[in-house]
């Protein structure tokens, strides 16, 4: 299906609201039925007729469609966060006693959700080192039920290779997950290259603005309705009307912004490789990147966040260079309008992850709208009070 058709008119029944051309927010929990027997069927298909918010809305449905026909996939749910969606795709296809693969060094909430939550309920949890289908291998056991994944992670940006795993996991019968919120649906084509589901935080770059909380769960119908009937109604992590209203805003420029943001970072990838108060630049798209190939094979563009190691003596000169810039926000997150920093001297030690200390100079940078010269002449003024 065309692009700018999903973004601009897909699932807007725009005669059915006065034919505005933006769509309505429809601001209710209930609806109501005019007869016994139309509330009947509804209960029925609670999936695709609204009787109650937490089920179904229309301003969320709308969202729905666009968001399932992005990622060349029959259904979508929307949850509240990125979390909520991880959790219950996780959570609706394991059963005690049940065990998961998942990829180091994940999101953290996704590492704790395997590290201290679904223990409590007897589920249990390899981490391994998906840069090698081997470690894949290995780590099955017969009952793993979920392989899940994140390529890239939004830290060090490690991938996997999609296909290899669900060769392996299809074999045995294993569903694949994938966070696929640093690609987005538009950059790495998940469920084409054969992944059951498919979550995204849609706090970063599908609401792009950095004023919405919101996630998204992507897979065939089958299993959405699964995932409805269960996780969906029963945790009750819905987004309101109104936030979904801004996501379909979002939507109709989401490839123009990663466009811009994509190009942007390029160049100051490009600038930043050579400078001298540079260690390394870690970026999926750069020639130095260990897995280059594989990120060129499988993903679109390289993304808006890249990582540098400063040439810094001390943690010092890491916090003067941090505290100078003006036109970095200092800030968790990503995917906004506005360019971020996130250092990693910043983190409580070992806070999530027992085994994973940052070095003290690793600096995460976001690339938002701002003007590649703008940002440039940012950087060169911090670079100097360091000198
Ligand atoms: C932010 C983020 C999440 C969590 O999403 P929320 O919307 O904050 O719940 C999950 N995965 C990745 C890769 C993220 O960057």
């Not at 609806?31 to 069927?41: A, C, E, G, N, T």
């Not at 059951?196 to 599908?206: F, G, L, M, R």
């Not at 990838?269 to 190939?293: A, N």
């Not at 999530?352 to 940052?358: I, T």
Request: charge should be neutral.
């Amino acid at each position: 299906m065309d692009l700018s058709y999903i973004l601009n008119h897909l699932g807007e029944e725009r005669e059915n609201y006065f034919n505005a051309v933006s769509p309505p927010i429809i601001q209710t929990s209930n609806f109501y039925f005019k007869d016994v027997s139309s509330l009947r069927k509804a209960f029925l298909n609670e999936k695709e007729i609204p009787i109650y918010t937490r089920g179904n809305n229309p301003t969320v449905e709308i969202l729905r469609k666009k968001i399932a026909a992005l990622a060349g996939a029959e259904d979508a749910l929307v949850f509240s966060s990125g979390v909520a969606a991880i959790s219950a795709a996780v959570i609706s296809n394991v059963n005690a006693g049940d065990h998961v693969v998942c990829v180091k060094k994940p999101y953290g909430w996704t590492h704790r959700l395997f590290d201290k939550f679904l223990p409590r309920f007897g589920v249990t949890a390899t981490m391994v080192d998906g840069t090698a289908i081997e470690n894949f291998e290995r780590a099955i056991q017969s009952n793993t039920k979920i392989i899940f994944l994140e390529s890239p992670n939004t830290f060090t940006f490690e991938l996997q290779d999609i296909e290899a795993v669900v060769k392996l996991a299809k074999a045995k019968g294993i569903i694949t997950i994938i966070d696929n919120s640093y690609s987005t649906s538009l950059n790495q084509r998940c469920i084409e290259m054969g992944i059951d589901i498919e979550v995204h935080s849609a706090t970063k770059y599908y609401g792009g603005h950095s004023d919405v909380v919101a996630g998204y769960l992507i897979s065939n119908k089958k299993m959405t309705d699964k995932i409805f009937e269960s996780e969906f109604l029963n945790l009750g992590g819905i987004i309101s009307p109104n936030d979904a209203w801004l996501l379909i805003r979002s939507l109709r420029t989401l490839p123009l912004r990663l466009k811009q943001t994509t190009e942007t970072t390029e160049r100051l990838v490009q600038w930043l490789e050579q400078h001298p108060q540079i260690e390394k630049v870690i970026y999926p798209f750069s020639e130095s990147f260990p897995q280059y190939e594989l990120a060129k094979k499988q993903m679109k563009h390289g993304g808006s966040l890249f990582t540098i190691l400063l040439n810094a003596k001390n943690v010092e000169q890491v916090e003067t260079f941090c505290n100078s810039l003006q036109r970095f926000l200092m800030a968790v997150s990503w995917g906004g309008h506005e360019s971020l920093i996130m250092p990693a001297c910043s983190f409580p030690v070992q806070q999530h992850y027992k085994e994973q200390v940052y070095p003290f100079n690793l600096i995460r940078f976001y690339i938002g709208l701002e003007d590649t010269g703008c940002l440039m002449d940012d950087l060169k003024q911090a670079f100097k009070k360091i000198e």
